[in-house]
C-alpha cells in the first residue's frame, strides 16, 4: 500500500525553524519527483517546493525562496523540508505528494495526511 506519512510540525516562535520529513512506504521514492504543498485557513491550496529525482533540480514558491530548503535521501526513501526564518503567514498544514515523473511536472497523485504548522508569538 503506497503511503506518505509527514512529520515535523509544531508551534514555532515567528524567526524560528522546523524540519518537516516526508517517509514514504510502499514504493520507492527513487523514482519520482516528490513536492510540498500547504493548506492555510480560508485559503488557495499553495505549492511549496518540489525536487526531481535523479537530477535532484528544486523549485521553490517566490513566497519561501530563500527561506526554505527541500532535499531527499532516497536510502532512507525519505523528502525533507528546511524551514526556516518562519514568518506567521507560513502557518499551515503542510503536505508532501508524489509526482507522476521523475522530474516536477506538477502532476501529482498520492498525498499524505499532513502535518500542521502554526508560527506564532
Known amino acids: 500500500q503506497v503511503q506518505l506519512v509527514e512529520s515535523g510540525g509544531g508551534l514555532v516562535q515567528p524567526g524560528g525553524s522546523l524540519r518537516l520529513s516526508c517517509v514514504a512506504s510502499?514504493?520507492?521514492?527513487?523514482?519520482?519527483?516528490i513536492g510540498w504543498f500547504r493548506q492555510a485557513p480560508g485559503k488557495e491550496q499553495e505549492g511549496v517546493s518540489c525536487?526531481?529525482?535523479?537530477?535532484?533540480?528544486?523549485y521553490y514558491a517566490d513566497s519561501v525562496k530563500g527561506r526554505f530548503t527541500i532535499s531527499r535521501d532516497n536510502a532512507k526513501n525519505t523528502v525533507y523540508l528546511q524551514m526556516n526564518s518562519l514568518k506567521p503567514e507560513d502557518t499551515a498544514v503542510y503536505h508532501c505528494?508524489?509526482?507522476?515523473?521523475?522530474?516536477?511536472?506538477?502532476?501529482?497523485?498520492?498525498w499524505g495526511q499532513g502535518t500542521q504548522v502554526t508560527v506564532s508569538s
Open positions: 505528494t508524489t509526482d507522476t515523473h521523475s522530474y516536477c511536472s506538477g502532476e501529482y497523485d498520492n
Open positions: 525536487i526531481g529525482s535523479g537530477d535532484g533540480i528544486t
Open positions: 510502499g514504493f520507492s521514492m527513487d523514482y519520482y519527483a
